[in-house]
């Protein structure tokens, strides 16, 4: 099993970057494919991006590629989301997943076993 607590969100202006935080607690974390959701207000759950085992696989949404960038550090037990030239459609809340199952292409929350809480990001125009 492995819990999960997102920090980092806030407010930001439009052009700006913001860097979230997930750490994870378990003892096998670096077993688990991570990944990044985010929810608006009345839109289903978007997937953000993924990463794998090692970090050395990732994918993401053609939303947010170029801008976004998911890392993680198993000796920490924490994955990231760097978020550059933010725009006002990137505001919702941000929850960070894990999935037992391997491969970085899961797009579906379905695919994914255990959810954080969520973190609110804002951007302003």
């Given at each position: 099993q492995v819990q999960l607590v997102e920090s980092g969100g806030g407010l930001v202006q439009a052009g700006g970057s913001l860097r979230l935080s997930c750490a994870a607690s378990g003892r096998t974390f670096s077993r688990y494919t991570m990944g990044w959701f985010r929810q608006a207000p009345g839109k289903?759950?978007?997937f953000v991006?993924?990463?794998g085992w090692s970090g050395g696989s990732t994918y993401y949404s053609?939303?947010?590629?170029?801008r976004f960038t998911i890392s993680r550090d198993n000796a920490l037990n924490t994955v990231y989301l760097q978020m550059i030239s933010l725009k006002p459609e990137d505001t919702a809340v941000y929850y960070c997943a894990a999935a037992i199952r391997d491969g970085v292409r899961k797009t579906s929350p379905y695919e994914y076993d255990y959810w954080g809480q969520?973190?609110?990001v804002t951007v302003s125009s």
């Open positions: 289903e759950r978007e991006a993924a990463i053609d939303s947010v590629k170029g969520g973190t609110q």
